[in-house]
């Protein structure tokens, strides 16, 4: 009998925690991180208008976005914007080069640089080396 009780304990330990583990992941997590992946084409001119394509990317949740090459930060013009993608126009001011998508959050009032790329060419400004 002292043997099953020893067997037992452990087990409905571990069953209790295990089933604390299936109602905590069953919870809704909240809204998905922003995250644009790519931009098509992935190569424009100033004043082109061009397509960036992820999650959680509506006028709710994106407020800003910008072009970055790291030094400087230029911001964009939306054009259109859905949960899953938004147009963009290359401003005047950005100078020819390779440059990272980055956006303001409404839930977090840092720049969030993001996966994707796009790179400006025939541009009016010098070029960023890259």
Same mark, same amino acid.
């Given at each position: 009998?002292?043997?099953?009780?020893?067997?037992?304990? @452990?087990?409905?330990?571990? +069953?209790?925690?295990?089933? %604390? &583990?299936?109602?905590? =992941?069953?919870?809704? @997590?909240?809204?998905?991180?922003? #995250? /644009?992946?790519? &931009? %098509?084409?992935?190569?424009?001119?100033?004043?082109?208008?061009?397509? %960036?394509?992820?999650?959680?990317?509506? %006028?709710?949740?994106?407020?800003?976005?910008?072009?970055?090459?790291?030094?400087?930060?230029?911001?964009?013009?939306?054009?259109?914007? *859905?949960? #899953?993608?938004? *147009?963009?126009?290359?401003?005047? =001011?950005?100078?020819?080069?390779?440059?990272?998508? =980055? &956006?303001?959050?409404?839930?977090?009032? =840092?720049?969030?640089?993001?996966? +994707?790329? /796009?790179?400006?060419?025939?541009?009016?400004? @010098? @070029? *960023?080396?890259?």
């Amino acid at each position: 009998m002292k043997r099953t009780k020893r067997f037992m304990i @452990p087990v409905l330990l571990l +069953a209790g925690v295990t089933g %604390a &583990v299936t109602v905590f =992941a069953e919870k809704d @997590p909240g809204p998905q991180a922003i #995250h /644009v992946r790519e &931009v %098509a084409p992935p190569t424009g001119k100033v004043g082109d208008i061009l397509k %960036a394509y992820g999650d959680s990317l509506n %006028a709710e949740r994106v407020l800003e976005v910008y072009l970055t090459n790291g030094f400087m930060d230029y911001r964009v013009e939306i054009m259109d914007q *859905t949960e #899953h993608w938004f *147009t963009f126009r290359i401003p005047a =001011a950005v100078p020819e080069g390779k440059f990272r998508i =980055a &956006v303001v959050g409404s839930d977090s009032p =840092a720049v969030l640089e993001q996966p +994707a790329f /796009v790179r400006v060419v025939e541009a009016k400004g @010098p @070029p *960023t080396g890259e």
